[in-house]
């Protein structure tokens, strides 16, 4: 055998046995979905560091994420250092005001919990819920996600004491799973608790509320990517399976009204909220982007007017939030930021004396440490985040989110493709990412001199540019 034969001979060999190994571990979904190709992107993401100064596109130049922040997400996900040497590579719109002299470890506290929802009084609920984390999952539907991903959420939020929203698409076994606390959310076409008309099943309410890990329902008046526009899935992804979650025809694209129909006024809501509540016996938050300012003020004095229909919390998504498929429009235009949205709504509630009643949770791209920070500091009570977590399952941003073809399996309909993703390797992950995200937020509080989290306040973070990213800050 010559010299070319015995090189080739060792050579697919050698990739056979690379094959074997790529499609029977359990770390990386890129590789078993895309076995010896897929070390491409790996050897890319490991050199690059090295070669990027020799090219054109910085770090921060990639939308909607850039390579910086995913970067931070994975090292966390997996349990790497975060640790940088040389200096910064941002270029920073806010930064913290550190204290002359930081907070001590024996003085240093962990996040306490707060409480979501009132006991005795106009709009109380039977089960109040104390909440253990400041930073938790957002809603993502079960049919937009795998079933293996949501699986993987749901374990890794247990793990790391966080609640996880089921997204509109409904309460699905995969959110129980893994034993963590579940947010119901409500969207428009009221999946997994409607009528064959689309109205809200009483019954069905009660019988998701009967269960002992969900903890508050969500009324999704609107999503940062798509105000204005209900849910859209594919009729691909709807399947059998999904199709009995939802309560909707099988094979038949999915897409919501673009408003509640029985609510058209800020009276209908808070009788929603009235209702629901009182099917539930638990608590009731609103989720929605702001537009018009003035609605917020007429919105929490009829709170004060007529308290049993006052939310226990308000989630406020910025325009910039994500989906798997809205019109770019919606996405591009419509809806204010969070950057601007979240001080507006924590001005609000403090003028119409909600601060102890109503709590905010901010959403929309918060998912590196010094914006869940930020998000504290102009008055958010949580932070919720739904492509932090996606990222952590080991989302690459491929932009493949509606087709069903995501290659890492979190968004995908393949069932090939969803066997690449590993729920028990891809939970860890996710509990990483949450306990690291906490950790490192509160490092921020403690160099500014603050016990923990809660003590946040505008005054500790100062805008310094109003280039990318336009956050806004305390001016003194």
């Not at 699905?172 to 034993?179: Q, T």
């Not at 537009?291 to 007529?306: N, Q």
């Not at 019109?327 to 909600?354: C, E, F, S």
Request: aromatic share 8%; with cysteine.
């Amino acid at each position: 055998m010559d010299t070319i034969a015995v090189i080739a001979t060792l050579l697919a060999l050698g990739l056979g046995a690379l094959y074997l190994h790529d499609i029977r571990q359990r770390h990386h979904t890129i590789l078993r979905n895309y076995p010896v190709i897929g070390h491409v992107r790996y050897f890319a993401e490991t050199w690059g560091e090295y070669m990027r100064q020799y090219q054109y596109l910085p770090d921060w130049a990639e939308r909607p994420f850039n390579r910086l922040e995913r970067s931070w997400v994975y090292r966390s996900a997996k349990g790497v250092s975060n640790l940088v040497s040389f200096g910064s590579e941002c270029v920073p719109a806010f930064a913290f005001r550190n204290a002359p002299f930081p907070v001590l470890e024996q003085e240093q506290r962990p996040f306490p919990g707060k409480l979501i929802g009132v006991a005795a009084g106009p709009g109380a609920c039977r089960e109040p819920y104390l909440a253990g984390s400041f930073f938790n999952i957002s809603g993502m539907s079960y049919g937009a996600l795998s079933h293996a991903a949501v699986s993987a959420l749901s374990r890794g939020a247990a793990a790391a004491g966080i609640w996880m929203a089921t997204g509109e698409g409904g309460l699905a076994p995969f959110h129980l799973e893994g034993g963590c606390d579940v947010v119901m959310q409500l969207g428009t076409a009221k999946y997994g608790a409607r009528n064959p008309d689309g109205s809200l099943s009483e019954a069905r309410i009660k019988e998701i509320a009967a269960h002992r890990q969900v903890k508050m329902f969500e009324v999704k008046l609107a999503q940062g990517a798509k105000p204005g526009k209900g849910g859209i899935l594919p009729g691909a992804k709807v399947t059998p399976e999904i199709a009995a979650i939802r309560g909707i025809p099988a094979g038949q694209d999915s897409i919501s009204p673009n408003r509640h129909l029985d609510i058209g006024t800020i009276r209908e809501l808070g009788a929603f909220i009235e209702r629901l509540r009182g099917l539930a016996g638990k608590p009731v938050g609103v989720k929605f982007v702001v537009g018009d300012p003035a609605f917020l003020d007429a919105w929490f004095a009829d709170c004060l007017a007529s308290p049993e229909g006052c939310p226990d919390y308000v989630q406020v998504d910025g325009g910039e939030g994500g989906t798997g498929a809205a019109p770019a429009p919606l996405i591009d235009y419509v809806g204010l930021p969070i950057t601007t949205a979240l001080p507006l709504v924590a001005a609000a509630r403090a003028r119409h004396g909600l601060t102890e009643r109503i709590r905010i949770v901010a959403s929309g791209k918060l998912i590196t440490p010094d914006k869940v920070a930020w998000a504290l500091c102009m008055g958010a009570d949580f932070v919720s985040s739904a492509r932090g977590f996606m990222f952590s399952l080991g989302c690459i941003q491929a932009m493949k989110c509606g087709s069903g073809r995501c290659p890492t399996g979190v968004t995908a309909a393949d069932p090939r493709l969803i066997a690449g993703l590993d729920p028990a390797d891809k939970a860890g992950r996710v509990a990483r990412y949450a306990a690291r995200m906490r950790e490192e937020v509160e490092i921020i509080a403690h160099a500014c001199g603050l016990s923990d989290p809660t003590e946040f306040r505008p005054g500790h973070v100062t805008e310094i540019e109003r280039g990318v990213g336009g956050f806004r800050a305390a001016p003194g």
